[in-house]
């Protein structure tokens, strides 16, 4: 599968944990995105690395939340201190440098906080 | 600040009847605007976008600037075509980043 993949798919963690979540985009794409989809909702975007730069942040983005790209390659995306509102599917989607090039979206890693 | 409105969260037809999935958005510049469909058990996926002006799996989408509308249409719906829509939206500015709408899901019945 040459698809954007991440991993874990499912997360449970108790209320206070942190938690860690991995994107691996598409191979030559240089552009990776973080978004967060609720139920009943769209994804929300969180933010985007242009190779290993971080260049936007959503307001969204508390300072419990943390994502790195350090070698332009795969992405994490960490929370610390979880709380039940956290719990949403958290989307990675990847894209090539070009702007019409589209945006590939990842499965998903579906967390809940109890 | 940007937004785009789906109306509809469910819209139910029979196959081969004619669907139209409603999209409105607020945003004072010139956006690019995306179709984005989930089918069952799939990961999000790009439909069509207004710039290339294409028909996809019988699909189009007209960029109505003055309406600020976006709908999505399709003459005659097929059973496949039952998934969950969404309209995105990406500023003029130079930003990455996609606006979604809260998605309509379509389902197509026989």
């Known amino acids: 599968d040459t698809g954007v993949s991440q991993d874990p798919r499912h997360k449970i963690t108790k209320r206070g944990q942190n938690v860690t979540f991995r994107c691996d985009p598409i191979s030559e794409h240089n552009r990776l995105y973080w978004y967060r989809q609720t139920l009943g909702q769209g994804p929300e975007f969180l933010t985007y690395f242009q190779n290993e730069a971080q260049l936007e942040k959503s307001r969204l983005l508390s300072d419990r939340f943390s994502a790195e790209r350090p070698k332009g390659s795969f992405s994490t995306l960490e929370i610390q201190r979880t709380e039940q509102g956290d719990s949403a599917m958290y989307l990675c989607?990847?894209?090539?440098?070009?702007?019409?090039?589209?945006?590939?979206f990842g499965p998903g890693t579906r967390l809940t906080v109890t | 600040a940007q937004r785009v409105t789906q109306p509809e969260k469910l819209l139910s037809v029979f196959k081969g009847a004619p669907v139209e999935l409603k999209c409105n958005y607020s945003y004072s510049g010139s956006p690019e605007l995306f179709w984005y469909v989930q089918y069952s058990r799939q990961r999000l996926q790009l439909l069509l976008r207004?710039?290339s002006r294409e028909s996809i799996k019988g699909f189009t989408a007209d960029l109505n600037k003055g309406e600020t509308s976006f709908h999505l249409k399709k003459p005659f719906a097929q059973e496949e075509d039952s998934a969950m829509y969404y309209c995105?939206?990406?500023?003029?500015?130079?930003?990455?980043?996609?606006?979604f709408g809260s998605g309509t899901r379509l389902q197509v019945q026989p």
């Open positions: 989607a990847s894209s090539l440098g070009a702007a019409l090039h589209e945006q590939y």
């Open positions: 995105a939206l990406k500023e003029d500015t130079g930003r990455r980043a996609l606006t």
């Open positions: 207004h710039i």
